[in-house]
T-cell receptor, first 115, second 114 residues
Framework: AQSVTQPDIHITVSEGASLELRCNYSYGATPYLFWYVQSPGQGLQLLLKYFSGDTLVQGIKGFEAEFKRSQSSFNLRKPSVHWSDAAEYFC?????????????FGAGTRLAVHP | NAGVMQNPRHLVRRRGQEARLRCSPM?????VYWYRQLPEEGLKFMVY????????ESGMPKERFSAEFPKEGPSILRIQQVVRGDSAAYFCASSPDGQNYGYTFGSGTRLTVV
């Protein structure tokens, strides 16, 4: 069955430190992968997406993610975290079935940033 | 160009009442998806609709929940006889053709059942 795993429920980093949020997926075909961010009480904002081509994708707010097919991973990174990055981050895979698509989300990683 | 509009933003219902959540997709989008986010959990797919058709309702609870997307007007997620366990954030997303990769999400409706 298709699934998305985010192993880290909570992560705390210091402002200015680097960040890596892990995401592993299980999907039989070539995946379309996404990272979304959700600030408290808000909706979801798309950070970046991978469809094909270059396995390192750049997103908004200085985020990037690397698709590694051999590891079934799509980890999100940022070289220097800002306090405003504190939020919840969701990895998602778009699965195709029956001629249409739908997003399957991971459980999320809540990021706290220390000053 | 308004995004996906959901209303109300917050909804409080007593146990046993009905909850109606509305979602107006982006202009030109005819595909709507509903997701539910329980406290401290990720988003779970509920239902996928096109205009006047339910395409996939595999994530909908079998009882008390229904969804529609009429030819005119917003998509409605209806929860009858709400219970405390229905308290959650309900998000709607839309896409123009169901094959667009990545959706546009609304800000959600936060339902609290008291």
């Amino acid at each position: 069955a298709q699934s998305v795993t985010q192993p880290d429920i909570h992560i705390t980093v210091s402002e200015g430190a680097s960040l890596e949020l892990r995401c592993n997926y299980s999907y039989g075909a070539t995946p379309y992968l996404f990272w979304y961010v959700q600030s408290p009480g808000q909706g979801l904002q798309l950070l970046l997406k991978y469809f094909s081509g270059d396995t390192l994708v750049q997103g908004i707010k200085g985020f990037e993610a690397e698709f590694k097919r051999s590891q079934s991973s799509f980890n999100l990174r940022k070289p220097s975290v800002h306090w405003s990055d504190a939020a919840e981050y969701f990895c998602a895979v778009e699965m195709f079935s029956g001629g249409y698509n739908k997003l399957i989300f991971g459980a999320g990683t809540r990021l706290a940033v220390h000053p | 160009n308004a995004g996906v509009m959901q209303n109300p933003r917050h909804l409080v219902r007593r146990r046993g009442q009905e909850a109606r959540l509305r979602c107006s997709p982006m202009k030109g989008h005819s595909h709507v998806y509903w997701y539910r986010q329980l406290p401290e959990e990720g988003l779970k797919f509920m239902v996928y609709l096109q205009k006047e058709n339910i395409i996939d309702e595999s994530g909908m609870p079998k009882e008390r929940f229904s969804a529609e997307f009429p030819k005119e007007g917003p998509s409605i997620l209806r929860i009858q006889q709400v219970v405390r366990g229905d308290s959650a954030a309900y998000f709607c997303a839309s896409s123009p053709d169901g094959q667009n990769y990545g959706y546009t999400f609304g800000s959600g409706t936060r339902l609290t059942v008291v």
